[in-house]
């Protein structure tokens, strides 16, 4: 029993390279050795006793399916009970997947990829009528494993209900949960990611009674606020964007050079290559009541996040004697003075090397009632500023970008402060001059904000911080697409080393639509500005750590390439 523990827990860990090679959570679990690897679109199913390198390309198949669109219902209906059909669409498919998410794939796994086979199919109905021609097709690698069609159909029937259901479902859920004991469970709703549970998590959904949720009424993140009346009905659903902040999108010399990123489509399972335009635009600064900067409780609780050791000269006590402090003391005990004590070397865990873009959404959807009458961008404003204060008082290297979009074409970001930058009167102008308008094109945003961090930072640390209402909406861009796209931008950040943290204060998002957009990336709602103080310092180490995670894996898939590089060229020369 304990050695089945022991397996199941081994391939576990691989659920986070499955959530990043297929762009959603994806979990990993153990199935009896010698079966196939296979997939229901939710799970995928390793050999429990095959080797670590089998498992994880057997998960990188398995996962860049899925990732690819290459298990869609229309295509796995004609692989039904056709076992042939299905290995011989395998062979074709698996390449063109694996080579579609080449960019994610670990080094070790790339070299699976017959690019003559991939070139062979341009989508998976491509590689269906390939598969199902008379030409000859070799059949896949044992570590490819198996495509089970009526597996992943079921799978995906109870992962993707229909929406009157799905609402129906929610309802149900929502009354079993008023219904439970006010001492059952025992989450802290203020330290646990979006939501909670629990006497607590009651008490405060009844005070937050403005829930805001992608799947009803009209588009969230235009001028006019949504608002709900007593039965529970929105209004104001069909507003749009006025004409002034349209003309805010017009080109003007504060607009700087255009930068071109790709948008992921869920519903084809690709990327729009070079689709959204995202360009700087300076903001224009406006005498204002600047939003609060001190918070005690704040600095103090990001002051405590000790990045590395320093060697420190000159302390009380330590590892070793500083000679330098040692001689100077001795020459003034000869010379009749009092002699300092700190004569000592020692390593101090104090040493900062952190870099932190502060993302602000002033899209239009900020501009509603937010839970303590102020509005949410007056207080997510109010978040930014002190944070940002706050590290740069710490010392660390910090910026402060704002944005709203209109298209796929008006991406803008407002660098309020960049990493060079001193925080002075006008940083502060700046960021009281932002006003909310237009829509919140968001993934684009964490694309441009994570390039920045990677160019500017300048540190081995590097952090997003989101602060947004969570609403992800523009022209072509809703729902489940702009949720899926903003969750893909985030693992892709996140890949590249860099922390990401989002946070929602003030605004009552629905917590499944938060969970939708912000995906696995550290996430939490927070009703008052005051609690931010609280939740900074375990917010940022959980973001710090799953940052520094993707870098000890990346060095370690690296390093092992190398050396399976290495032993294969030595083999081949025996």
Same mark, same amino acid.
């Given at each position: 029993?304990?050695?089945?523990?022991?397996?199941?827990?081994?391939?576990?860990?691989?659920?986070?390279?499955?959530?990043?090679?297929?762009?959603?959570?994806?979990?990993?679990?153990?199935?009896?050795?010698?079966?196939?690897?296979?997939?229901?679109?939710?799970?995928?199913?390793?050999?429990?006793?095959?080797?670590?390198?089998?498992?994880?390309?057997?998960?990188?198949?398995?996962?860049? &399916?899925? @990732?690819?669109?290459?298990?869609? %219902?229309?295509?796995? *209906?004609? $692989?039904?009970? /056709?076992?042939?059909? +299905? #290995?011989?669409?395998?062979?074709?498919?698996?390449?063109?997947? &694996?080579? @579609?998410?080449?960019?994610?794939? %670990?080094?070790?796994? *790339?070299? $699976?990829?017959? /690019?003559?086979?991939? +070139? #062979?199919?341009?989508?998976?109905?491509?590689?269906?009528?390939?598969?199902?021609?008379?030409?000859?097709?070799?059949?896949?690698?044992?570590?490819?494993?198996?495509? /089970?069609?009526?597996?992943?159909?079921?799978?995906?029937?109870?992962?993707?209900?229909?929406?009157?259901?799905?609402?129906?479902?929610?309802?149900?859920?929502?009354?079993?949960?008023?219904?439970?004991?006010?001492?059952?469970?025992?989450?802290?709703?203020?330290?646990?990611?979006?939501?909670?549970?629990?006497?607590?998590?009651?008490?405060?959904?009844?005070?937050?009674?403005?829930?805001?949720?992608?799947?009803?009424?009209?588009?969230?993140?235009?001028?006019?606020?949504?608002?709900?009346?007593?039965?529970?009905?929105?209004?104001?659903?069909?507003?749009?964007?006025?004409?002034?902040?349209?003309?805010?999108?017009?080109?003007?010399?504060?607009?700087?050079?255009?930068?071109?990123?790709?948008?992921?489509?869920?519903?084809?399972?690709?990327?729009?290559?070079?689709?959204?335009?995202?360009?700087?635009?300076?903001?224009?600064?406006?005498?204002?009541?600047?939003?609060?900067?001190?918070?005690?409780?704040?600095?103090?609780?990001?002051?405590?996040?000790?990045?590395?050791?320093?060697?420190?000269?000159?302390?009380?006590?330590?590892?070793?004697?500083?000679?330098?402090?040692?001689?100077?003391?001795?020459?003034?005990?000869?010379?009749?003075?009092?002699?300092?004590?700190?004569?000592?070397?020692?390593?101090?865990?104090?040493?900062?090397?952190?870099?932190?873009?502060?993302?602000?959404?002033?899209?239009?959807?900020?501009?509603?009632?937010?839970?303590?009458?102020?509005?949410?961008?007056?207080?997510?404003?109010?978040?930014?500023?002190?944070?940002?204060?706050?590290?740069?008082?710490?010392?660390?290297?910090?910026?402060?970008?704002?944005?709203?979009?209109?298209?796929?074409?008006?991406?803008?970001?407002?660098?309020?402060?960049?990493?060079?930058?001193?925080?002075?009167?006008?940083?502060?102008?700046?960021?009281?001059?932002?006003?909310?308008?237009?829509?919140?094109?968001?993934?684009?945003?964490?694309?441009?904000?994570?390039?920045?961090?990677?160019?500017?930072?300048?540190?081995?640390?590097?952090?997003?911080?989101?602060?947004?209402?969570?609403?992800?909406?523009?022209?072509?861009?809703?729902?489940?697409?702009?949720?899926?796209?903003?969750?893909?931008?985030?693992?892709?950040?996140?890949?590249?080393?860099?922390?990401?943290?989002?946070?929602?204060?003030?605004?009552?998002?629905?917590?499944?639509?938060?969970?939708?957009?912000?995906?696995?990336?550290?996430?939490?709602?927070?009703?008052?500005?005051?609690?931010?103080?609280?939740?900074?310092?375990?917010?940022?180490?959980?973001?710090?750590?799953?940052?520094?995670?993707?870098?000890?894996?990346?060095?370690?898939?690296?390093?092992?390439?190398?050396?399976?590089?290495?032993?294969?060229?030595?083999?081949?020369?025996?």
């Amino acid at each position: 029993m304990a050695n089945d523990d022991v397996i199941a827990e081994r391939v576990q860990r691989l659920n986070l390279l499955a959530s990043a090679l297929s762009g959603y959570a994806l979990r990993v679990a153990p199935v009896e050795p010698g079966t196939p690897a296979w997939t229901d679109g939710r799970t995928v199913f390793l050999d429990s006793e095959a080797s670590t390198r089998s498992q994880v390309e057997a998960l990188a198949v398995q996962a860049s &399916l899925l @990732a690819a669109g290459s298990l869609e %219902p229309n295509v796995l *209906r004609r $692989l039904v009970r /056709r076992r042939t059909l +299905a #290995r011989r669409y395998l062979a074709v498919e698996a390449h063109r997947a &694996l080579a @579609a998410n080449e960019h994610v794939l %670990p080094p070790r796994v *790339r070299s $699976l990829i017959d /690019r003559d086979m991939a +070139a #062979r199919s341009d989508s998976p109905a491509a590689s269906l009528e390939v598969a199902l021609s008379r030409q000859p097709i070799a059949d896949p690698p044992e570590v490819f494993g198996v495509i /089970r069609a009526r597996n992943v159909l079921v799978g995906k029937n109870r992962a993707s209900p229909t929406e009157p259901n799905r609402r129906l479902e929610q309802r149900r859920q929502s009354r079993a949960r008023a219904e439970l004991d006010d001492d059952a469970g025992g989450v802290d709703t203020f330290s646990s990611p979006v939501g909670g549970g629990g006497a607590l998590g009651r008490l405060l959904q009844k005070m937050l009674r403005v829930v805001r949720r992608l799947d009803e009424g009209g588009p969230p993140g235009v001028d006019a606020p949504t608002r709900r009346t007593r039965s529970g009905t929105r209004r104001g659903g069909n507003a749009v964007v006025s004409a002034a902040e349209a003309g805010a999108f017009e080109e003007s010399p504060r607009t700087g050079t255009a930068t071109k990123y790709p948008e992921w489509d869920v519903h084809r399972r690709r990327y729009r290559l070079n689709w959204c335009t995202v360009r700087e635009v300076t903001p224009d600064p406006k005498d204002g009541t600047s939003p609060q900067l001190s918070d005690a409780r704040l600095g103090r609780a990001l002051a405590r996040l000790r990045m590395g050791l320093d060697r420190c000269h000159r302390e009380v006590q330590g590892d070793d004697i500083d000679i330098d402090a040692a001689v100077e003391a001795r020459v003034e005990a000869m010379a009749g003075s009092a002699p300092d004590d700190a004569v000592y070397l020692d390593n101090l865990r104090r040493l900062r090397d952190l870099s932190v873009l502060v993302l602000l959404d002033v899209s239009g959807s900020v501009a509603e009632a937010g839970t303590i009458g102020q509005t949410v961008h007056q207080q997510q404003r109010a978040a930014a500023a002190a944070l940002v204060f706050a590290l740069h008082h710490l010392g660390d290297r910090v910026a402060l970008y704002a944005f709203h979009s209109q298209g796929r074409s008006a991406v803008h970001l407002m660098p309020v402060k960049r990493f060079d930058d001193k925080l002075d009167a006008l940083v502060m102008r700046r960021l009281s001059g932002l006003m909310p308008g237009a829509y919140s094109r968001l993934g684009a945003a964490i694309r441009h904000s994570a390039t920045v961090l990677d160019r500017q930072g300048g540190t081995t640390r590097r952090l997003l911080v989101v602060l947004s209402d969570g609403l992800a909406y523009d022209h072509g861009y809703e729902r489940v697409y702009g949720a899926a796209d903003a969750r893909r931008a985030l693992a892709e950040a996140r890949h590249r080393g860099i922390g990401c943290l989002c946070l929602t204060i003030g605004a009552g998002t629905d917590v499944e639509d938060l969970q939708r957009v912000f995906g696995s990336a550290a996430h939490a709602t927070i009703p008052r500005l005051e609690q931010l103080g609280q939740l900074i310092g375990p917010l940022f180490r959980s973001a710090l750590r799953s940052a520094e995670v993707r870098r000890r894996v990346s060095s370690s898939r690296l390093t092992a390439a190398h050396a399976w590089s290495d032993s294969t060229a030595g083999a081949g020369k025996g």
